[in-house]
């Protein structure tokens, strides 16, 4: 229960990882803001689950693509209305897919928008919510992808804004040593977010259970990482592990 009166902020809380991450939470005792774009049943009822833990939970619903939307979630997060107090944890797990497409046609609408979601959003969450975490000795977790330093074919939007996240994340651990700033770099992860045509590959790639990585982020966030920071870790099969080894061996 190394979470127990902590307080964790977790973005993109209604998808599969991100819902994966909340219960590993609860189940450590934190207290939580779930964000999501909408406040559906779905994710009501899944907040009901996770309240048997017995720690708070508070549903955020706001699209972070909009203008004032980190205001707006910060203010929900250390408003006084609130009992939980001061937040000890953000992670950045909300992200959008590659669109798929050939360098030639990538738009500028494609690559922004990665760019906006995988990037931005989260450089500005981390500004807004820095002081807070400074004052209280807090982590920060970025979910990456191993697309960040690992080049595909048909997604470089999407590999270049994991690398900005990648980046960014050492860039705010050496900036701010108080707080433990990491980043989690999976490959495939069971999640709608992996293709059919990825899932009937020969071989099978390794396709995480989203339980696992939420495990690794439990390991950041416990007192056995406590000098670990600027950190980007790999969870990688064993034919992505094969496609690092040709990388590096260039």
């Not at 219960?23 to 009501?44: S, T, V, W, Y």
């Not at 899944?46 to 833990?53: D, G, H, I, T």
């Not at 950190?231 to 690092?244: A, Q, S, T």
Request: glycine fraction near 6%.
């Amino acid at each position: 229960m190394f979470l127990k009166n902590k307080t964790v902020l977790i973005t993109g809380a209604g998808g599969g990882l991100g819902r994966a991450i909340a219960r590993a939470c609860a189940e450590n005792g934190a207290n939580l803001f779930l964000h999501c774009r909408e406040r559906d049943k779905d994710i009501l009822a899944f907040a009901r689950q996770l309240k048997e833990y017995g720690g708070e939970v508070k549903i955020v619903g706001v699209d972070l693509l909009q203008s004032d939307s980190i205001d707006t979630l910060h203010q929900a997060v250390v408003s006084k209305q609130y009992t939980i107090g001061a937040i000890d944890v953000l992670i950045n797990n909300a992200g959008v897919k590659s669109f798929q497409k050939e360098f030639p046609l990538v738009t500028q609408t494609n690559w922004i928008w990665c760019m906006n979601v995988n990037a931005r959003i989260p450089f500005f969450l981390c500004q807004r919510f820095i002081p807070d975490l400074s004052v209280n000795k807090g982590a920060i977790v970025n979910i990456s992808s191993l697309s960040g330093h690992m080049p595909r074919g048909r997604s470089i939007d999407y590999a270049m804004s994991k690398a900005a996240l990648d980046i960014m994340t050492r860039c705010i651990a050496k900036e701010y040593p108080q707080v433990r700033v990491n980043a989690v770099s999976p490959g495939y992860v069971d999640t709608p977010m992996v293709s059919e045509k990825t899932r009937s590959k020969d071989p099978a790639p390794y396709i995480a259970k989203p339980e696992e990585v939420a495990q690794l982020i439990m390991w950041l966030l416990s007192p056995d990482a406590a000098h670990v920071t600027g950190e980007v870790i790999p969870y990688i099969g064993i034919h992505e592990l094969e496609d690092l080894k040709v990388k590096y061996s260039k």
